[in-house]
């Protein structure tokens, strides 16, 4: 993951609903790429791949961290692969079972939970990273940075907010 991001964004104060509505509306404009997610226990982490799944089309119920099968699949629009490296006892085995295929899937997403912890698995890959932290409040500060300059954060944090303020007056109601 080369470390000059074209583009880096702030989202603050989100709630859990927020945080998974953001990720919708992320899922929705994806086409492909590497979501590498970021944030200590309980940050919200699967909690986003929950939104993403949900903009792809994917039950969010299928969602859960995938410790002992590796990796995830789910199919929807397209094909969300998920894997958490942590606890790994062997995170290179991740590669015998197709992680080199997700990131190259031109009709799929990947989304890494604990992508920091093997950054050297993410040096040549473009992606965005999402990184999630807890504020003393209980919400979250989430910030996005993507390699890509094409926008796609921007994008996704437009339609976001167009649906967030629309949600706003329904529920003032
Ligand atoms: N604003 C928020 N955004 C996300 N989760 C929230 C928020 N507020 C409270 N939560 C709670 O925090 C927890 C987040 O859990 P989640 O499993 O998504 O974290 P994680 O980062 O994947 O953790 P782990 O490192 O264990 O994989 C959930 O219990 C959720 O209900
Ligand atoms: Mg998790």
């Known amino acids: ?85 942590y606890r790994l006892d062997d995170p290179e085995s991740l590669f015998y079972i197709g992680l080199d295929e997700a990131i190259e899937d031109e009709d799929g997403i990947l989304a890494v939970e604990w992508a920091d912890l093997f950054p050297e698995f993410w040096e040549d890959v473009d992606g965005i990273v999402v990184k999630i932290y807890i504020k003393p409040n209980g919400k979250r500060r989430v910030i996005l940075m993507d390699t890509e300059k094409e926008g796609i954060i921007s994008e996704s944090i437009e339609i976001w907010e167009k649906g967030e303020k629309a949600r706003q007056v329904f529920e003032k109601k």
């Not at 964004?9 to 492909?32: F, H, P, R, T, V």
């Not at 993403?52 to 994917?58: Q, S, V």
């Not at 099968?69 to 397209?78: C, E």
Request: aromatic share 8%.
């Open 1 to 85: 993951m080369e470390e000059s991001f074209k583009e880096v964004k702030e989202l603050d104060d989100l709630n859990e609903k927020q945080l998974k509505s953001y990720a919708e509306s992320l899922g929705k404009i994806l086409d492909s790429g590497v979501i590498l997610l970021i944030g200590e226990l309980g940050a919200g982490k699967t909690t986003f791949v929950k939104g993403l799944a949900r903009g792809l089309g994917i039950d969010e119920g299928e969602v859960r961290s995938p410790t002992f099968t590796l990796m995830n699949i789910y199919v929807g629009k397209k094909t969300l692969y998920h894997v958490d490296l």
